[in-house]
């Protein structure tokens, strides 16, 4: 049992390349969430998913995009890096909603930095 | 909206020596309230949450809290710390029973424990 897996770990890239960050879980858990985390500032939530097909906006969601095609997979896509968006990101994922249990499985994380 | 507010970004303390580290939130509505902990590296963990019923919480590593509604606190505290207990602990809060509410983190807390 794996939990929540990221990919990569760890990526440099330039000011206005694109990527994607990938984050699968085996749990089959419904609820899925992208957080970031910069130094001092704790996690801000940037996007997150309540089932397959459905998205919605966390409180920084500007230069980010998602998709939920799978209950597996919640992959992240930035589009034109910028040096704001080095930071280190989390998926998580979460059996029932955070209003119901809060408990969230956590990814090891995926460390961007953007040059 | 709700909010969470950590007191201390670091707290330096020697091994077996009591701590406490100190979470206030901020809501309108009732919450569940949540400490997890990030050790180096590594993604976040829950450590303990409060949902409702006994006040006093126990969590893993012999960490317990307190959820104070007339203060609104959630104090998280160790009668005995250990090396191994040097990590980044994060307070988060939720709206009480929210089908969709996500989890609100504060800024974290560095505890540095020293021989």
């Known amino acids: 049992n794996a939990g929540v897996t990221q990919t990569p770990k760890f990526r440099i890239l330039k000011i206005g390349q694109s990527m994607t960050l990938q984050c699968t879980q085996d749990m089959n858990h419904n609820y899925m969430y992208w957080y970031r985390q910069d130094p001092g500032m704790g996690l801000k939530l940037i ?6 097909g459905i998205t919605d906006k966390g409180e920084v969601p500007n230069g980010y995009n998602v998709s939920r095609s799978t209950t597996e997979d919640f992959p992240l896509r930035l589009e034109l890096a910028a040096p704001s968006q080095t930071s280190v990101y989390f998926c998580a994922s979460s059996y029932l909603a955070g209003g119901n249990t809060g ?3 956590f990814g090891e994380g995926s460390r961007l930095t953007v040059l | 909206a709700q909010s969470v507010t950590q007191l201390d970004s670091q ?6 020596a009591p701590v406490e580290l ?7 509505v009732s919450v569940y309230l949540f400490w997890y902990v990030q050790y180096p590296n590594q993604g976040l963990q829950l450590l303990l949450k409060y949902l409702s ?6 969590g893993i590593n012999g960490f317990e809290a307190e959820f104070n509604k007339s203060q609104t606190s959630f104090h998280l505290r160790k009668p005995s710390v250990h090396i191994s207990d040097t990590a980044e602990y994060f307070c988060a809060v939720t709206v009480r029973d929210s089908g969709y509410s996500t989890l609100t983190f504060g800024k974290g807390t560095m505890l540095l424990v020293s021989p």
């Open chain 1, 103 to 105: 408990e969230l499985f």
């Open chain 2, 53 to 58: 019923g006994s006040t006093l919480v126990k």
């Open chain 2, 11 to 16: 707290v330096p303390v020697f091994e077996e």
């Open chain 2, 22 to 28: 100190r979470c206030n939130y901020s809501s309108s």
């Open chain 1, 47 to 52: 996007y997150y998913s309540v089932g397959a």
